[in-house]
């Protein structure tokens, strides 16, 4: 069982940049791939981005592609979701997740994950 801890959310303006972290307990994030989601007020759960146990691999959303980055401390137990030139759009509540064992092409669904977060908001406004 590993618990995910969401943080480094806010209200910033657009183009603005925002740091999110996902803290693990109970287990080591060496044993996950973790990814992030995101949901916006009457819009279906989005994928944003994940890194793959093992190999490190990284997957990005196209809207998100060359502004976000997913990156993982081990020592640290933390995913970070480094957020440059944000949008209004890219306003929602933004979700860690964990898994074991998923497949390359499983990697965007959150039905695949199994442990997740509680969220933490974003805000992009002017």
């Known amino acids: 069982q590993v618990q995910l801890m969401e943080s480094g959310g806010g209200l910033v303006q657009p183009g603005d940049s925002l740091r999110l972290s996902c803290t693990a307990s109970?287990?080591?994030?060496?044993?996950?791939?973790v990814g992030w989601f995101r949901q916006a007020p009457g819009v279906e759960r989005e994928f944003v981005a994940t890194?793959?146990?093992?190999?490190?691999?990284?997957y990005y959303a196209d809207s998100v592609k060359g502004r976000f980055t997913i990156s993982k401390d081990i020592a640290k137990n933390t995913v970070y979701l480094q957020m440059n030139s944000l949008k209004p759009e890219d306003t929602a509540v933004y979700y860690c997740?964990?898994?074991?064992?998923?497949?390359?092409?499983?990697?965007?669904?959150?039905?695949?994950?199994?442990?997740w977060g509680q969220g933490t908001q974003v805000t992009v406004s002017s």
């Open positions: 890194i793959k146990r093992n190999s490190g691999s990284l």
């Open positions: 109970g287990s080591t994030l060496r044993s996950y791939t």
């Open positions: 997740a964990a898994g074991s064992g998923i497949i390359t092409s499983s990697l965007r669904n959150g039905a695949a994950y199994t442990f």
